[in-house]
């Protein structure tokens, strides 16, 4: 068997992260129903209640601390829809993550699409 | 018999389907990625394949971790997509096909493939993005389409050489069918990107030429490296090769490269486009 | 590291269950069958697993056609049970464990099964069953389990040489795992039976037994056999014999057949009860 | 490929057998919840109704004909849930499917039991 190598500034989404992060992942996944997204917005602290997050996950998710959900066992496929719900996308998210502004990250792209960087 | 026209590698970022639906294919940020697909589209009319088998992955509509298959297939004769979260719009139902699913998920199974076989799915941006893209009228009602669902998102993820191994069941079982049709194999997704952590945004240009190149003239190459190589040379969703890979195992007759077009990024990724014809 | 230190066999028919309810067991239908437990009861006693390694087929509770896994497995810590609709009495969650559960998973996967990993799954009576019929107390939530569910519904399903290699994987990612536990492997289901069509009622005890006999000393011979044979020669369920291959495959050591029990019928269904233990 | 050698008095539940069946199936599977078999046993032609069932199928269902089922593509798992449904267990059905009392079937079994007949 050959573990995963680690990567900087990656979390790799395995077992482990898995196990951790299912609750977190599972309120995420939710939000591809509409009523869902709804009653979230509602009342977000006592939407992650219903799905059991832990303190560290639902703190994650009221601050949009998307590198404390990565942490906190979230898959980036499911974080995407958590995205959604805020309006956000894939870019801002890369923003957030890095602590870049939105056009810093996407001048980031543009020279590492072109081969530099 | 059933014969293998040709392979087709596309990108399926959903940031694909939105410009679609906003008509921004000819603003400058869309120009150069959509300016490769009129010879692909104009290829498909000239040469239409009555079945696409499409290797995609599913993003988060119809698996979840509860139940995640390695390798999943459809069988049915429509596949629904859904509401994603996020604001890509749903397309028609896309086009089924049963007989030769089922011929060729007997096929992997007898040969030690462990298939998830599904009567019902619904399929994501993964399928409905390349759809889209070659039909952008979405005129395709009448190719009958059969996903291939192969897990990129949870670890442990099947090894890049197991995919090209799939694939290479999946030609024979095609060739084995006994109705004359033409089939068109799509790789979807990659190329380099990664979406999450500190090391978001990574595109490595110079990996994703190597795969392109690689692909046509040794896959063995890329299916050499194991998922923590692809990780760290072509990002976290990087993995996203092997539905190329799975492509271009089923093909091992003659290849001549119609068409390619590299361009990056669009949203967070690098998109490559690649229309192999497939002849014996 | 972890080690084998026996494997089981055991029908899992819900009469069984519905039996033990009951309080049947003394009555002259059931009491040929009960009186093959108490040995194997003492020796789990005696010899108290840490872990259950619990190959099975889902009847229909959690899996349906569609999204069918050819090998699904739990990595979960917890499996609940239900109601399957026909008046079984649920128990109490079987109690799941993560860390070899996710360790199998990943050796497998990465040694080229494509297994469906499960995070959350309901496991019905072809897994509560057997935990009732050795725990007759139901005592057994410190008995950690992860369940492994075969295919045994739908054709194509997986041929008995990839069970038995399925097996062989569970053995090497057991034993290279680096916690000292006691592992058991329980085969459930079989023997011969049909529960459908006109040819309901099949049975037969010669192929039973050259089963039980071949299970020991030459799984290949049972492993060689088609489905078609299978079936031909087991009934159309006597495809169940798929789990007996799995666990017998994990087994490479020396065997020792401490206790054998036959007893046909059991509702529809001849039940095989054996306890192999495996050293090295 | 091997295909499936025909046996008789056997259906061999494939691929085909499973396209035709997946509507009696759906229902059958979905009879696993009470409130289902409730509202089945309300009004049993609704309810196949609401899931697409073709006459045949349903027909077989308000018959109780078991090899009908079995001919319109039902798998004897689901089929386990409908039989629950009538309170009938597994000697029942086969007695109804080998034309035979449900005494002569259990004699039956005996028998093979015993390496007879
Ligand atoms: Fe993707
Ligand atoms: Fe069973």
Not at chain 1, 32 to 56: H, I, M, P, T, V
């Amino acid at each position: 068997m050959c573990p995963l190598t680690p990567v900087e500034g990656t979390y790799h989404f395995d077992g482990k992260m898995s196990n951790k992060g299912y609750a977190l992942n599972k309120m995420c996944y939710s939000l591809n129903a509409a009523e869902c997204r709804e009653e979230f917005s509602k009342d977000e602290k006592a939407y992650c209640e219903k799905f059991g997050l832990n303190e560290a996950q639902t703190a994650a998710i009221l601050n949009r601390d998307i590198i404390g959900l990565l942490e906190a066992g979230g898959s980036i496929y499911y974080l995407a829809k958590f995205a959604g719900q805020l309006k956000l996308n894939m870019q801002d998210i890369g923003a957030i993550q890095t602590g870049m502004t939105v056009e810093e990250f996407k001048a980031m792209l543009v020279q590492r699409g072109q081969g530099n960087g | 018999m059933a014969k293998i026209t040709a392979g087709i590698t596309t990108s399926h970022i959903p940031a694909i389907g939105v410009a679609m639906d906003n008509n921004l294919e000819e603003t400058p940020y869309f120009k150069p990625f959509f300016d490769g697909y009129p010879p692909v589209r104009q290829w498909l009319h000239d040469n239409p394949p009555d079945v696409v088998v499409l290797f995609y992955n599913d993003h988060g509509l119809e698996f979840f971790l509860d139940r995640k298959p390695t390798f999943a297939m459809g069988v049915a004769d429509k596949y629904e997509n859904a509401d994603e979260g996020w604001g890509i719009a749903t397309i028609p139902p896309i086009t089924g096909e049963t007989e030769l699913s089922w011929h060729i998920a007997t096929h992997l199974i007898e040969n030690d493939f462990d298939m998830t076989v599904c009567q019902e799915m619904k399929v994501d941006h993964g399928c409905t993005v390349p759809m889209s893209v070659m039909w952008p009228d979405k005129n395709y009602s009448h190719i009958k389409v059969i996903p291939v669902a192969i897990n990129c998102e949870r670890h442990p993820m099947p090894n890049p050489s197991r995919c090209l191994a799939l694939g290479k069941e999946f030609g024979k079982a095609i060739e084995s069918f006994d109705q004359d049709l033409n089939v068109v194999l799509f790789g979807t997704g990659g190329m380099s990107h990664q979406l999450d952590g500190q090391r978001a945004g990574f595109i490595s240009r110079e990996f994703d030429l190597w795969c392109m190149d690689k692909l046509i003239t040794d896959p063995q190459a890329i299916a050499d490296l194991s998922i923590s190589e692809i990780i760290q040379r072509g990002g976290a969703q990087g993995v996203e090769i092997n539905m190329w890979l799975a492509m271009r195992g089923a093909m091992h007759g003659n290849l001549k490269l119609l068409h390619s077009n590299y361009y990056a990024p669009i949203s967070n990724t690098a998109t490559g486009l690649q229309l192999i014809e497939h002849s014996h």
